[in-house]
Every structure is written in C-alpha cells, then in structure tokens.
C-alpha cells in the first residue's frame, strides 16, 4: 500500500484517497443518526430488560454453528411430528415464533457485522492517512525547529510528549537476537 509519494519540491503529500467530500460527512452523520433511532426503536419493541452481565451471558446457550442446527433440526422434528411423542401442553407454536425471531435477529447481526466492518475499515483509512499527516507535520516543525525559525521549537516541543516512550529503535548497547 502506498502511503506517500515526494513531489519534485521536496515536500510530502499524502496518497491515500481524497478527503472526504460534504456529502461523505453528511451521508455518515445521517446513517448514524438513522441506526441510533433503529436502536432505540428496537430496544423499546424487545424489551429484554437489562442489558447482560458477562457471568449472565455465560450460563445461556448461543445458537452457533452446532446449536443452531440442533434448534432448526428439533424444530422440524417437532413440527412434522405433533402429536406423537410431545406433552400436551408443550408450547411449539411459541417454540417456532422464538425460531423465527432468531433467524430475523441472525440476519440482523450479520447486517450489523458488515456495517461494523465497514466503519471500521473506514475508520482505520482515515485515521492512517490523518497519522501520517500528522507525523509530516511534526517532522517539518523539527525541521524548521533545528533551523531555528521563530515558534517552531514552542510547537514542536508541544507535540514532543506524544513522542517520550519512545527512543530510537534499537539501542547500540544491547545486541539483537541475531548478534546474541
């Protein structure tokens, strides 16, 4: 992947896509919008109560792989079969409601990982492009700062701590894994 190109007058441009036009910032804060009032239009129809604590998640099944074929394949059974080996009273109908809800809610969530996916890889461009920016923008006040234009070592000193964990890669005194 490319990340920058020189020009012929020595300064760094970036060659990551084109910033984000007014309909791309638009088009995200309505989408945004738009799944918040999903959200919260979903949430007031389910009423599951509370959200799950992680040791409430891990006594409940999930219908993975394995479970949700024995849910689909014991539904079938079931329903080909009513009245042979059920109780009475056994509550089937609600029982193939439930496996309609969660194929809805199946779908749902594999809506919901292709959206995650897609903001996420968003997210990741654009954030690289803008580090990188970032790191040019620092680089050239070091530059100015070393030749001593007035404010450029006040700036560069002001981005400096973003810097101070860091030392140069590798150190002359210890010996890499392939000198040991």
């Known amino acids: 992947m490319k990340r920058k190109t020189k020009t012929t007058d020595d300064s760094i441009s970036p060659a990551a896509d084109v910033p984000p036009t007014d309909s791309v910032l638009s088009a995200i804060a309505d989408a945004t919008a738009q799944v918040k009032k999903i959200l919260d239009d979903l949430q007031s129809k389910i009423k599951?109560?509370?959200?799950?604590?992680?040791?409430?998640?891990?006594?409940?099944?999930?219908?993975?792989?394995?479970?949700?074929?024995?849910?689909?394949?014991?539904?079938?059974?079931a329903r080909a079969n009513p009245g042979w080996f059920l109780p009475y009273k056994f509550p089937l109908d609600d029982m193939t409601t439930d496996r309609n809800l969660?194929?809805?809610?199946?779908?749902?969530?594999?809506?919901?990982?292709?959206?995650r996916t897609l903001a996420d890889d968003f997210q990741?461009?654009?954030?690289?492009?803008l580090y990188?920016?970032?790191?040019?923008?620092y680089h050239l006040l070091k530059v100015h700062a070393r030749s001593r234009v007035p404010g450029a070592d006040d700036?560069?000193?002001?981005?400096a701590p973003h810097f101070k964990n860091r030392g140069k890669r590798g150190s002359k005194d210890k010996p890499t894994a392939?000198?040991?």
């Open 155 to 159: 700036l560069c000193q002001q981005l």
């Open 48 to 77: 599951i109560g509370t959200i799950l604590t992680g040791s409430e998640r891990k006594r409940l099944f999930s219908a993975g792989g394995k479970h949700y074929g024995f849910i689909i394949h014991a539904t079938d059974i």
């Open 124 to 129: 990741l461009k654009k954030s690289d492009t």
């Open 102 to 115: 969660l194929e809805q809610t199946r779908q749902l969530t594999h809506t919901l990982e292709r959206l």
């Open 132 to 137: 990188h920016n970032a790191l040019n923008i």
């Open 178 to 180: 392939n000198e040991e």
